[in-house]
């Protein structure tokens, strides 16, 4: 079965710092990838996703991630965060055909102004 | 167009009670999805409905626990006869077709606590 693994549970920067969050997943065939975020007391919205052709994806808000199918990996990054990034980060995964997600543990990420 | 809405956004029942947990998925939209994050842990897929039907439920505990989407009103997610291990916050999410994840519309989220 799929599993997705977020490394780190919580991270803390100063604002303007650069961001990188780790996603790995465990299925090796054609998956399609998501990056969600809840806002403190908010749904989860949609950061960006990644289904097929460039693997540097470009989301809202100015940030970016990128597929390497060789590592099975899917970061998150943003070059300069600001305080109000403060939320919690999901990576997500699911095998095309299957409706369902399977979504990593969250990385929650908080910036001081 | 108010997104997807859940009630109650927190909910207290004594072990043995009953949890029902609410959700109106977007206008226009036909397939709810039900997910649970216990403390610590990501969000899991419990259950898939269309109107009327139930899709995947693989993710759905064997006991205690069902779900419905009649055909008129909210998708209702039901835990019977709760224990504190159900204590979790419930997502719902919507969308408007089956063939891509990336329409798919969270609501806030109901978390239940089981004293």
């Known amino acids: 079965a799929q599993s997705v693994s977020q490394h780190n549970h919580h991270v803390i920067l100063s604002e303007a710092a650069s961001l990188e969050l780790g996603c790995n997943y465990s299925?090796?065939?054609?998956?399609?990838l998501f990056w969600y975020v809840q806002y403190p007391g908010q749904h989860l919205q949609l950061l960006l996703k990644y289904f097929s052709g460039d693997p540097l994806v470009k989301g809202i808000k100015g940030f970016e991630a990128e597929f390497i199918k060789s590592k099975f990996s899917f970061n998150l990054r943003k070059p300069s965060v600001q305080w109000s990034d403060t939320a919690e980060y999901f990576c997500a995964v699911n095998d095309p055909g299957f409706q369902k997600l399977v979504f990593g543990t969250g990385t929650r990420l908080l910036v001081s102004p | 167009n108010a997104g997807v809405m859940q009630n109650p956004r927190h909910l207290v029942r004594r072990r043995g009670q009953e949890a029902r947990l609410r959700c109106s998925p977007m206008k226009g939209h036909s397939h709810v999805y039900w997910y649970r994050q216990l403390p610590e842990e990501g969000l899991k897929f419990m259950v898939y409905?269309?109107?009327?039907?139930?899709?995947?439920e693989s993710g759905m505990p064997k006991e205690r626990f069902s779900a419905e989407f009649p055909k008129e009103g909210p998708s209702i997610l039901r835990i019977q006869q709760v224990v504190r291990g159900d204590s979790a916050a419930y997502f719902c999410?919507?969308?408007?077709?089956?063939?891509?994840?990336?329409?798919?519309?969270f609501g806030s989220g109901t978390q239940l606590s089981v004293l």
């Open positions: 299925y090796g065939g054609t998956v399609n």
């Open positions: 409905l269309q109107k009327e039907n139930i899709i995947d």
């Open positions: 999410a919507s969308s408007e077709g089956v063939s891509t994840n990336e329409k798919l519309f």
